[in-house]
């Protein structure tokens, strides 16, 4: 059967793109199941839920190396994920064991891989921005090869802190790329309300450096988009801003009523279900039919399940655990 | 080398003690805890024993002089060990906290130490104002803290306040007494010692073993209280006087129907002036100081033998106070005038109950006046303050039918009890002094002439 | 030995660290050819270059963020923060970013920074640059605070904070950076957590920190005079706090004073106090324990009101005094 020539970044093979296929619904399943739990009472705190941002984070972490680093946000399970976490260890980490990947200190909102290259999520609003900044700062001042991709939303984009990385990034040529995950809204905040200019992208202008607008629901777009950001960062010219417009499917956290946005708004998001769409894209190239995507998806739905036994089998830390780690 | 021998700072106000009398000359053995001398403080007579053992090498001082407290008296030593001609003056040991120290001047509690719970130290809850460090050395030493006089601000005490009662609050005890004592279980601060101070010693130990099993005074409870402190100090005062003295008490009536228009005029004028409102108590001393130097035989004092006529007139003023008596001294009472008595009277009554009085206003007191007269008292037999002659007891004011001038009239009436002593006077002389008294009351402006 | 200034310990411990380890660098605002804000850098550039010694924008969010990310990533920076007033911008890196990456990545992951800045009133820079914030940080689990008194303490503590693989908030006094002490030429390391104590006594104690140790010092030769014998005690890191050398103090002494130039409310003294009341320590204690610290103002302008924000030496004799009952 012939199969159609995607018009993706030459470093992503076939294989790739079907595991891409499998990464982003495991993206979506984790969160759903995450959901669920918190729904039932048993996952205790908050969390913040991508369903329905898969294709940024899955398309722009398919462009990294192992030694690339990120750095996230409060909704960062996606990219946790696509930086190459696997479930069980983050769902032991949302259960608090000590198997988690913080040991069941950090939480939803602090997941950390750093021998993966995953430098956290944060559950400060830009604050990781400077922080992404930093590790470009030694990436360049070490002549390490790597590059930094820094994920924030579109309300991170008015602190202070973004608007300070973004300047010292560009004035100092560093390797990084901001990737605005432009999901319309900072909690109850619209993108509307709360920027004048168009696109989020337009900032970069106000930095010297260039802005990249490019559909978030659509993880070819957001791969190629990349691409030319990090062959950009790792040729010294310094950084860039790619804003993804995408949507969150799913309330800011787990009690939002969403009296912000009506139902139709979210009817016409949910059309652009990047899952399906990259599907669609996938069985049109030949890559993948609808029975092996089935298949896929319920391999992923038995891995999360798997996962969360993994979790309750797990260990709670013991009270000695409460002052270890707090200086190195 | 030859230890120092020195005067021990027996309390917080203690300055100097007077050698009383030493109980071994120069040359002398000496044994551990053999008495070497008396000294009278501004409080009590006390033993000073020894502390090491050797010869008596030398004496510095003489008996009835004055000693500035830690000052060396003496040497303790070896046969034909050097020392130095005369008192180094201020002894290097510390007496307070030097266990070294070569006197044990340990006592009986005086009354200092019962007495001086102040205001200051203890507030209404009877919570002690005390300092962490203060409360682990009482802890440590099994002290009670409301026994304690603080130094520090609005009373507090402090650690040194503690380590300076443990060193006056030491129980005196024989070593074999301690020893039964500690076989039998025995609190000792529940024995009364009849040794020499109130030293407990084996039979002292034995009888409170007896007293502690047999019932006494049929089935009916009782507290039981040493006597001990300022009462004991009373206790051995009065005991002395009624034993040696020859009392005889005169009873007198006096008309003080002057005496009260004279104090209503004086007492707007005084209290501007003082701050004090006069009382019957001054006029009566001013009175009595008045007529004591026409009768210099009343003002005398009869010591070793010898009738002692005082120049001064020096009034004690017997003050009542928590769990007994003290008498504050008015130094020449005659030679001040109401004023200036009231202000002195009334001080140093404030200070007998606040326990504040310094020795030198607790001596020298030459004639003591008791007044009784806020209770329903009319005549009693005071007893003498020795060495003095005198003691005048003062009963209540009451109104009485009496004839003046053939007519029967509502007079103020007060009746004086004088006791004095036989062996310096008779009752003639006494008589005399106490009849003056009376016509100087019933027209106190004769004190004027 | 050689005397040299606060200011030139300072510099001579970084640039003996950077001179052996690459990875260490300093960041901050005009600390390249103008030297810094109070010359602690000057010359530094011209022997390292402008990568090691990076000149920032006016960004202390971001800068402070930049060096908390290089420092999770593999590099030691010095972070210089013109004035520690302005430690209030940087304060979400440091406190929500720096001091906490250890303990919610379960453990992984460090972030070896110096955070140094100068404090203090005395200049008459007036009330935004002249506080003394260090309770602040003090207060926060996962970063440390080191406060050094001399040039030789702050040598020392210095290249143990550039060795520590935590985030260290490092004061210098502004005042002190004229002072000189006498300072080894060679490198050397004060361990942190470690008082000294700079002058023994059995009277009363006083923990005093930066300036206030010369104050202190000060006020202990005073009080020599009239037979009272002053400990002082120069904790040199508040965190951590040698928390035995102060109670092994006031077990001697039995009274304790703190005296700080930061205010008084919320200070770092009634943290010290704290600890001796709850020690062992207590039980010695035979007298309230005082505290001296700024007023509870703003720091003033004029010269007058500025000396009167903060403890001077009579107001250390007086407390001693009143500590002592001897007022």
């Known amino acids: 059967m012939d199969m159609l020539k995607l018009n993706v970044p030459n470093s992503i093979t076939n294989d790739k793109l079907i595991d891409l296929y499998k990464q982003m619904w495991q993206i979506r399943l984790f969160d759903e199941k995450v959901d669920e739990f918190f729904a039932k009472g048993m996952i205790h705190g908050t969390t913040h839920l991508a369903v ?55 939480g939803s909102m602090h997941i950390a891989d750093v021998e993966m290259g995953n430098l956290g999520a944060n559950g400060i609003v830009a604050g990781g921005i400077p922080l992404a900044v930093g590790s470009a700062l030694t990436a360049k001042m070490k002549r390490l090869d790597y590059v930094t991709v820094c994920f924030f939303g579109d309300g991170a984009t008015n602190e202070g802190s973004f608007h300070e990385a973004v300047n010292l990034a560009s004035i100092w040529d560093l390797p990084v790329i901001f990737v605005c995950e432009n999901n319309q809204y900072g909690m109850s905040g619209s993108v509307k309300e709360m920027t004048r200019v168009e696109n989020i992208a337009d900032r970069a202008q106000a930095y010297g450096i260039p802005g990249e607008v490019a559909d978030g629901n659509d993880i070819i777009a957001m791969m190629n988009v990349t691409d030319k950001a990090i062959k950009r960062a790792r040729s010294g010219e310094g950084p860039t801003l790619i804003e993804a417009k995408t949507y969150r499917w799913k309330g800011h956290s787990k009690s939002d009523a ?32 609808e029975e092996k995507a089935e298949e896929v998806r319920l391999a992923v739905k038995k891995e999360i399940e798997d996962a969360v036994k993994f979790a309750e089998a797990s260990p709670q830390p013991t009270l000695n655990d409460l002052l270890t780690d707090v200086y190195a | 080398m030859a230890k120092e021998v020195f005067m021990p700072k027996l309390s917080s106000t203690m300055a100097v003690g007077t050698l009383l009398q030493w109980f071994k000359e120069e040359g002398d053995p000496v044994e551990v805890g ?13 033993e000073v024993e020894a502390y090491e053992e050797g010869i008596l090498l030398k004496k510095y001082f003489q008996e009835d002089e004055e000693i500035p407290v830690n000052t060396v008296i003496a040497y303790i030593g070896t046969e034909g060990e050097e020392v130095p001609a005369e008192s180094p003056g201020i002894s290097g040991e510390d007496i307070e906290s030097d266990d070294s120290a070569t006197t044990n001047a340990k006592h009986e509690e005086v009354a200092e130490n019962t007495s001086e719970i102040t205001d200051n130290s203890v507030d209404n809850n ?27 601000p609005n009373g507090r005490i402090h650690e040194q306040d503690v380590l300076q009662a443990i060193q006056e609050n030491t129980v005196l005890v024989t070593p074999l007494a301690e020893k039964i004592a500690k076989e039998n279980a025995i609190d000792l601060s529940m024995v009364s010692g009849n040794g020499v101070h109130g030293k407990i010693e084996k039979a002292d130990v034995l009888e409170f073993i007896s007293s502690q099993e047999l019932p006494t005074n049929g089935d009916a409870p009782v507290e039981r209280v040493k006597l001990k402190g300022l009462r004991k100090a009373i206790a051995d005062k009065m005991l002395e006087s009624v034993r040696s003295i020859p009392h005889v008490t005169l009873t007198s009536d006096v008309d003080m129907k002057k005496v009260i228009e004279l104090r209503k005029a004086l007492l707007p004028v005084i209290e501007k002036q003082t701050g004090y409102r006069i009382s019957y108590t001054e006029i009566i001393m001013k009175t009595v100081a008045h007529v004591l130097g026409n009768h210099p035989k009343v003002n005398a004092a009869l010591i070793d033998n010898e009738i002692v006529y005082n120049q001064d007139v020096n009034i004690g003023l017997a003050v009542a106070v928590e769990n007994g008596l003290i008498v504050p001294s008015v130094k020449q009472a005659n030679k001040k005038g109401l004023a200036e008595l009231t202000k002195v009277s009334k001080e140093l009554g404030a200070k007998s109950r606040e326990n504040r009085l310094t020795p030198d206003e607790m001596r020298g007191s030459t004639f003591t006046i008791s007044n009784l007269g806020m209770f329903a008292i009319d005549g009693f037999t005071p007893i003498i303050n020795p060495p003095e002659t005198a003691i005048l007891g003062v009963g209540r004011i009451v109104e009485k039918p009496v004839v003046v001038d053939g007519q029967i009239e509502v007079r103020p009436i007060m009746v004086l009890s004088l006791s004095f002593d036989h062996r310096v006077i008779d009752g003639a002389p006494a008589a005399a002094f106490l009849t003056e008294l009376k016509s100087s009351l019933e027209d106190p402006y004769s004190l004027l002439v | 030995m050689r005397e040299i200034t606060y200011l030139e310990a300072v510099r001579e411990a970084m640039s003996i660290e950077m001179r052996k380890n690459e990875d260490v660098y300093i960041l901050g605002e005009d600390i390249g050819v103008y030297g810094g804000a109070f010359g602690v850098t000057r010359g530094m550039i011209e022997e390292f270059g402008p990568e090691r010694v990076r000149n920032t924008p006016i960004s202390e969010a971001g800068i402070a963020g930049a060096a908390v990310g290089s420092a999770l990533t593999g590099m030691r920076p010095i972070l210089e923060i013109q004035f520690s007033d302005f430690i209030t911008i940087a304060l979400d890196q440091m406190v929500n970013q720096a001091a906490k990456i250890r303990y919610m990545y379960g453990g992984k992951g460090k972030v070896p920074m110096v955070l140094r800045t100068p404090s203090g009133s005395g200049t008459g820079a007036a009330a935004q640059h002249s506080q003394s914030l260090e309770a602040w940080v003090a207060h926060i689990p996962g970063l440390k605070v080191v406060q050094p008194s001399t040039a030789y303490d702050a040598k020392g503590l210095l290249k143990a904070a550039m060795d520590d693989d935590n985030p260290v908030i490092f004061y210098e006094h502004k005042l002190l950076y004229k002072t000189s002490s006498e300072v080894p030429e060679e ?81 770092i003294g009634g943290e010290i106090a704290s600890v001796v009341a709850e020690s062992e320590a207590f039980d010695y204690l035979d007298a309230p324990i005082k505290r001296l610290g700024g007023a509870e103002s703003p720091v ?4 007058e009101l500025e000396r009167a924000h903060i403890p001077q030496v009579p107001d250390i004799i007086t407390a001693v005094k009143e500590t002592l009952n001897r007022a």
């Open chain 1, 52 to 106: 329905g941002q898969e294709a940024s984070a899955a398309g722009v972490c398919a462009l990294l190396t192992v030694e690339d680093k990120i750095t996230s946000t409060h909704r960062g399970h996606g990219h946790c994920i696509a930086k190459g976490a696997t479930p069980d260890k983050m769902m032991a980490e949302l259960f608090g064991r000590t198997t988690g990947y913080c040991k069941g200190k950090g």
């Open chain 1, 258 to 289: 969403k009296k912000y946005r009506t139902r139709d708004e979210e009817q016409e998001w949910r059309k652009k279900d990047p899952i399906k769409r990259y599907k669609e894209v996938l069985i049109e190239a030949g890559l993948l039919t």
């Open chain 2, 34 to 46: 053999e008495p070497i001398f008396e000294i009278m403080t501004d409080k009590i007579n006390i």
């Open chain 2, 126 to 152: 009877e919570r002690v104002r005390a300092t962490p460090a203060a409360r682990r050395v009482a802890r440590e030493n099994d002290i009670t803290l409301n026994t304690i006089t603080g130094t520090g």
């Open chain 3, 187 to 267: 490198e050397y390391s004060i361990p942190l957590g470690k008082a000294d104590i700079k002058r023994e006594g059995s009277d009363v104690t006083i923990v005093a920190t930066a300036i206030m140790v010369h104050k202190a010092l000060e006020a202990a030769k005073e009080l020599d005079k009239e037979g009272i014998s002053v400990e002082v005690v120069d904790p040199r890191t508040i965190v951590p706090l040698d928390k035995e050398t102060i109670v092994n103090s006031v077990k001697k002494t039995g009274k304790l004073i703190v005296v700080h130039e930061a205010v008084k409310r919320g200070g």
């Open chain 3, 300 to 303: 003033p302008y004029n010269p």
